[in-house]
Every structure is written in structure tokens, then in C-alpha cells.
């Protein structure tokens, strides 16, 4: 039978291809700019997507509030009527309760001499005996 790698350079060539391959594989998956740094970028590259696309619709809301602030007398009575308090004359403002039904208020009778804290009477504390 033919054997091929009976002489040594055959050998030394053949060792010399492996070691080639091999370190070439190395490059490959962990060298600077292989699969890992491939995988990093990648991730990086979703995460910002996601941020620009948040970005992109928070400025479209504000470009939209821009525009009816600037043309529109509507945006700015509800700017007026929520962000601060203002009402028009004439005009009763009735603010709802978001408290729930089962909710019961507490009832505190401004001229007790109760501490509020331990809801006990107030009396004077006796600081504590030091040996």
C-alpha cells in the first residue's frame, strides 16, 4: 500500500496544517474582532436599536405636542387646566377622589393631648436612669 506520510517533511507539512488550522479556529472564535466580539456587537447594536426607537416616538409626541401648542388654543387650555390648576371665571372646579370606597378617614380632634405616635396621652418622658 501507498503510505504518503512515511517521510518526515510529509510529517513536519502535516503538523505544520494543523497547527495552521488550529490557530486560525482560535482567531476565529476568540481573536479580536471574531464570533464573540460578532456576538457582543450584535447585542449592542438590538439594545440600541431599541433605545433610538423609544427616542424616535418620545420626539414624535413632542413634536406633535410642539405643534398644537403653537397652533392650537385647545392644547393650551388643557397645558393651563391640568399641569397648572387654572380655571376660567365663572367656572367650579371639583377635584375626584381616587380613594378607594372601604377606605375610613381618621379623625383627629385638634385640641386632644394625644401623641400621635404611640397614640397614647402626652405625658412628660423621665429620661432613663444612668449608672
Known amino acids: 500500500m501507498f503510505n504518503v506520510f512515511d517521510s518526515l517533511?510529509?510529517?513536519?507539512?502535516?503538523?505544520?496544517a494543523i497547527i495552521l488550522i488550529a490557530g486560525f479556529q482560535y482567531l476565529y472564535w476568540f481573536g479580536e474582532g471574531g464570533y464573540q466580539?460578532?456576538?457582543?456587537l450584535t447585542q449592542k447594536i438590538q439594545q440600541q436599536t431599541e433605545i433610538?426607537?423609544?427616542?424616535?416616538?418620545r420626539n414624535r409626541v413632542l413634536a406633535a405636542e410642539v405643534y398644537d401648542l403653537k397652533?392650537?388654543?385647545?392644547?393650551?387650555?388643557?397645558?393651563?387646566?391640568?399641569?397648572?390648576?387654572?380655571?376660567?371665571?365663572?367656572?367650579?372646579?371639583i377635584q375626584m377622589s381616587t380613594i378607594s370606597t372601604?377606605?375610613?378617614?381618621?379623625?383627629?380632634?385638634?385640641?386632644?393631648?394625644i401623641d400621635l405616635r404611640t397614640n397614647e396621652d402626652d405625658e412628660p418622658e423621665t429620661p432613663p436612669a444612668t449608672p
Open 9 to 16: 517533511m510529509s510529517k513536519v507539512l502535516l503538523g505544520l
Open 37 to 40: 466580539d460578532h456576538l457582543q
Open 52 to 57: 433610538n426607537n423609544d427616542l424616535k416616538e
Open 71 to 93: 397652533n392650537g388654543i385647545e392644547a393650551i387650555e388643557e397645558h393651563a387646566r391640568l399641569d397648572l390648576g387654572l380655571i376660567k371665571p365663572r367656572e367650579t372646579f
Open 102 to 113: 372601604q377606605y375610613k378617614p381618621v379623625y383627629i380632634d385638634p385640641n386632644a393631648q
